[in-house]
Structure formats: structure tokens, C-alpha cells
């Protein structure tokens, strides 16, 4: 069955502090899409990366980084010298690829993320 | 404008009670999803749309009802729900899975509506 774990419920660092988001998943088949969404207090999920199955390389967008591993079925994201605006509940999800529209997103439960000061 | 939009943000109603919920989408998408996000549970998939085609409903109690005038539009209507009905309810698109379009799995979401059943 399709999972998706994120075992850290809630996370607080100091400002400028580097922080990493674990993600875990489980899935069956040999193509899918892992991706991570930030939900601000403001409430709409803010769609940050996707990233397939067969693209093993690590991703760095300005002080955002993924670490996909396919060996621990792991898709971490790092957050380098935080900011309050960091501040926001992060997900995880997976997509495994299938037919059209019967493809869904599997959701972790989320990483609450507190940027202090 | 802003991607997806969703009204009313917040609304409270009572058991008996009848209201709409109002998701519209500008990124020329065709696929429209609805979901529940309750406290400590995964996001839930309630219903999706392709070309205003209902293709999914996720065993969502018959109280809820959704609606897909149009590829811009999704409508959820509510009547007599219950308490533990309670939650953020979010709309999001996409590009529609059967057009080829390699990132339809993209969803992009709008805010949520807070509905607070009394």
C-alpha cells in the first residue's frame, strides 16, 4: 500500500538556523512523483516541488534543497538559513504513476514548522 | 488574480442549515478537486472533476454535494451536516490528467473555507 510518513509533527528553530523536513514513503511501483507542499497560516497549500522516480539528483532552489533517496525511500527537504516566513505546516506527498485520472496524491499528515526570532 | 479562489473563507452554520461553497480557478485547468483537511489526518480527497465530469467521489456521505458547472467553477453544497463535518475544506485544479499534460498531478490549491458546523 501507498504511504507517506513525515515523523516529525512539529519542529521549532531559532532564525537562521538550516532545519530538515524528513519525508518516508512506501509504494509498490517502480514510477511515481513525490512531492512537497507548504501551507501558511493563511491556509492554501502552496505547491514547492515535484520530482519523478527516476531523477535521483538533489534540488536546490535559493535556500531550498531535496535530498531524494530511492535506497531509503526517503525525499527530505532542507530549509537553509531560515526565516520567519519559513514559518508554515510542510507536506509531503506522493503520485504513483497509472491511468489517467485514477492517479492520486497520497498525503503525509505534515511537519509543523515554527521560525522564531 | 490569484490562481484558485474560494468563498466564503470562514463560515459557520448550524445543523439544519443549507450553504454553498464556492471554488473558482484561473489557471485554465480542467480538472477541479475537493478536499477535507480535519486536524491530525491526512488530506482527504473528497470528489474531482475532469472537464466537469464527476470522475471520483470517495465514499463522501450523501450531505455533501458537488457541483461542476464548468471547468472554472466547483461548487460544494451542504445540508444537515454534523458537527464532526467540521473542518478546512480545500479546492485545488489541475491540468486534466487525460490531456497528455505530464504534470497533471500538479494540484494547485486555493486558501480553504473554515466551516464550523454548530
Known amino acids: 500500500a501507498q504511504k507517506v510518513t513525515q515523523a516529525q509533527t512539529e519542529i521549532s528553530v531559532v532564525e537562521k538556523e538550516d532545519v530538515t523536513l524528513d519525508c518516508v514513503y512506501e509504494t509498490r511501483d517502480t514510477t511515481y512523483y513525490l512531492f512537497w507542499y507548504k501551507q501558511p497560516p493563511s491556509g492554501e497549500l502552496v505547491f514547492l516541488i515535484r520530482r519523478n522516480s527516476f531523477d535521483e539528483q538533489n534540488e536546490i532552489s535559493g535556500r531550498y534543497s531535496w535530498n531524494f533517496q530511492k535506497s531509503t525511500s526517503s525525499f527530505n527537504f532542507t530549509i537553509t538559513a531560515s526565516q520567519v516566513v519559513d514559518s508554515a505546516v510542510y507536506f509531503c506527498a506522493l503520485s504513483e504513476a497509472g491511468a489517467g485520472n485514477n492517479r492520486k496524491l497520497i498525503w503525509g499528515l505534515g511537519t509543523s514548522l515554527a521560525v522564531n526570532p | 488574480e490569484t490562481g484558485v479562489t474560494q468563498t466564503p473563507r470562514h463560515l459557520v452554520m448550524g445543523m439544519t442549515n443549507k450553504k454553498s461553497l464556492k471554488c473558482e480557478q484561473h489557471?485554465?485547468?480542467?480538472?477541479m478537486y475537493w478536499y477535507k483537511q480535519s486536524a491530525k489526518k491526512p488530506l482527504e480527497l473528497m470528489f474531482v472533476y475532469n472537464f466537469k465530469e464527476q470522475t471520483e467521489n470517495n465514499s463522501v456521505p450523501s450531505r455533501f454535494s458537488p457541483e461542476c458547472p464548468n471547468s472554472s467553477h466547483l461548487f460544494l453544497h451542504l445540508h444537515t451536516l454534523q458537527p464532526e463535518d467540521s473542518a478546512l475544506y480545500l479546492c485545488a485544479s489541475s491540468q486534466d490528467p487525460d490531456s497528455g499534460h505530464s504534470r497533471f498531478d500538479e494540484q494547485y490549491f486555493g486558501p480553504g473555507t473554515r466551516l464550523t458546523v454548530t
Open positions: 489557471l485554465g485547468h480542467n480538472a
